[in-house]
């Protein structure tokens, strides 16, 4: 367990009261999830924070007569605003979606970290919605490439499912499940694993090849099963080995095997089925990137997946009041 974690963990495994919320509040000030300063909006001078009745046990007041007591609340225009569970709450579930493992909404129902399940589907979707910007960033600036001379990279294509709405019918829209492919591109770097993963109509030459040569550069090793539409990869400035799932798991010539990307797979899979939400297309795409989020920024990340997450939110929340 790195530092910050502690530390969050023993302001938030605390007895809620006034003197822990004052601490738990400087704590996440310092961190930057909660403004350190608020400008009154009508004296536009500094606002003072001072204990009171609300929730969080202080709330930003400007005493200049004028504006007569104007109060904000210490939530203003960060993360934590527009919503009625604690700070302790918040940050307990925010711990938690950063370790990942443990989102079984029925362990934190019972765990006491929220107590409804439309608190915690809140508090989800406004997290992955600051990972998927995060990551959409990085995806524009540093363009995602993988492999390089001799750097492995596997390829392979999954059948997920999902549900796809229809614009049809006198009564609009319907739902009909649906089966795509999940194109996945995973790079193997000694420890280091990094995946890109779309989602395709189809898995035709015309689709995949463009993916393949956006992402992965030239010279790198890449494994494939025996898939019609990877042909011309060699062509295509790759040192292409196919291996055939079906027989084998290890190359006999190549002494290659794809156990990689199947475990890998697996992993992916297990992640989409264990999160929650109707699993329509767009729900799939967000937990593809989602898994990107993890493995390109967050693991990576110094202060760990959990530093990386306050960063994230920290980023996503910072405006100029
Ligand atoms: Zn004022």
Not at 6 to 23: A, G, I, Q
Not at 112 to 134: E, N, Y
Request: hydrophobic share 30%.
């Amino acid at each position: 367990m790195d530092s910050l974690e502690r530390k969050l963990l023993r302001k938030v495994y605390v007895k809620e009261t006034k003197k822990s919320s004052l601490k738990l509040i400087k704590w996440l000030q310092s961190t930057g999830l909660l403004r350190h300063k608020i400008k009154c909006k009508k004296c536009k001078k500094k606002m003072k924070m001072v204990a009171s009745q609300s929730r969080d046990h202080y709330i930003w007041e400007c005493r200049r007569k004028k504006c007569g007591r104007l109060r904000r609340s210490v939530r203003t225009e960060s993360v934590f605003s527009q919503s009625h569970c604690s700070l302790f709450t918040w940050m307990k579930y925010i711990h938690r979606f950063a370790q990942g493992l443990h989102l079984r909404q029925v362990d934190m129902l019972q765990d006491g970290i929220a107590k409804s399940t439309a608190t915690l589907s809140m508090m989800s979707k406004k997290l992955r919605r600051v990972c998927l910007k995060s990551l959409k960033k990085h995806q524009k600036k540093k363009k995602q490439r993988v492999g390089g001379v001799n750097v492995l990279v596997h390829i392979d294509e999954s059948k997920f499912c999902h549900k796809r709405k229809y614009a049809r019918g006198r009564f609009g829209n319907t739902w009909k499940r649906k089966r795509s492919w999940v194109f996945g591109i995973l790079e193997i770097k000694s420890a280091r694993r990094r995946p890109i993963l779309r989602l395709v109509k189809k898995r035709n030459k015309e689709t995949l090849v463009p993916i393949i040569k956006k992402h992965v550069k030239r010279q790198s090793l890449v494994v494939s099963d025996e898939w019609k539409a990877y042909a011309s990869l060699s062509q295509e400035g790759y040192k292409h080995v196919r291996v055939n799932h079906s027989k084998n798991y290890v190359d006999p010539q190549t002494g290659l095997h794809t156990q990689n990307l199947e475990r890998a797979w697996q992993t992916y899979k297990m992640q989409i089925w264990r999160m929650r939400g109707n699993r329509s297309e767009k729900t799939l795409k967000q937990h593809l990137c989602f898994i990107e989020w993890t493995h390109w920024l967050a693991r990576t990340y110094k202060h760990g997946v959990l530093g990386r997450l306050l960063k994230d939110i920290r980023n996503n929340y910072h405006r100029s009041v």
